[in-house]
């Protein structure tokens, strides 16, 4: 956990967060992983997972309702 020490000495020196990866990117991989962890889910239930990649719907985003993105990453 971070004192307050550390929350000081950050504050008189801030540096600004760098996105090393495209808001695209980050979907896909999350996609990625929503999907095996449903396949996973699913062979739990007893249903027979299908682990071949597809296409997911990100709609629970606002900025991405309705867009679709690869689940392979």
Do not use: C, F
Not at 20 to 46: C, F, P, V, W
């Amino acid at each position: 956990m971070v004192g307050r020490l550390e929350i000081a000495a950050w504050n008189t020196d801030p540096k600004p967060y760098v996105w090393t990866k495209t808001a695209d990117e980050i979907l896909e991989r999350l996609a990625s992983y929503l999907n095996l962890t449903q396949e996973l889910t699913a062979g739990q239930r007893g249903d027979s997972p299908q682990l071949e990649p597809r296409p997911t719907t990100v709609s629970a985003m606002p900025w991405t309702a309705g867009s679709t993105v690869s689940s392979r990453v």
